[in-house]
């Protein structure tokens, strides 16, 4: 009987563990906090303004803590893959678990001109535990925009 038990245990732990989200892994990314959750940032809409050219980027926060600081560097490509502006933009704050909008002006260029822009660096990041080196690599892009968006 005692051989019946134990098999019935081991049979229910087994099927616990093949549930989609139990076992180790899930205990690793529940453990994973703030610290290690992406920061996604999309380029999600260009558009003129005057001779500037109006950029649109989507910062989703939604699993990571809040952070008082995130500037980062972006510069401007132009359609031929030469680099024409650069722009040190300030995305924070950003509140815990928490997706916003923010926006800003690539000055002196025309939307049409752009061809990518790149996430050059992380000035600076702060906030709980976060670092520059830490926020940089959580960092993922991506482009809803006409043009590509690259880390």
Request: aromatic residues 4%; contains cysteine; charged residues 25%.
């Amino acid at each position: 009987m005692r051989a019946a038990a134990g098999l019935a245990v081991a049979a229910a732990l087994a099927a616990t563990l093949a549930l989609p989200g139990a076992g180790p892994a899930s205990a690793q990314g529940e453990g994973e906090g703030a610290k290690g959750s992406p920061i996604k940032l999309q380029l999600n809409r260009l558009e003129p303004a005057g001779d500037a050219c109006r950029t649109y980027v989507l910062v989703d926060n939604s699993r990571g803590g809040a952070l008082k600081s995130l500037k980062v560097d972006l510069f401007a490509f132009d359609t031929e893959g030469v680099a024409q502006k650069r722009v040190a933009v300030e995305l924070g704050p950003l509140a815990e678990k928490k997706t916003s909008v923010k926006i800003f002006d690539f000055a002196g260029i025309a939307c049409p001109k752009i061809g990518r822009v790149l996430l050059n660096d992380v000035l600076s990041c702060e906030g709980g535990e976060a670092s520059r080196e830490g926020c940089l690599e959580r960092t993922e892009t991506e482009s809803k925009a006409s043009v590509p968006f690259d880390r």
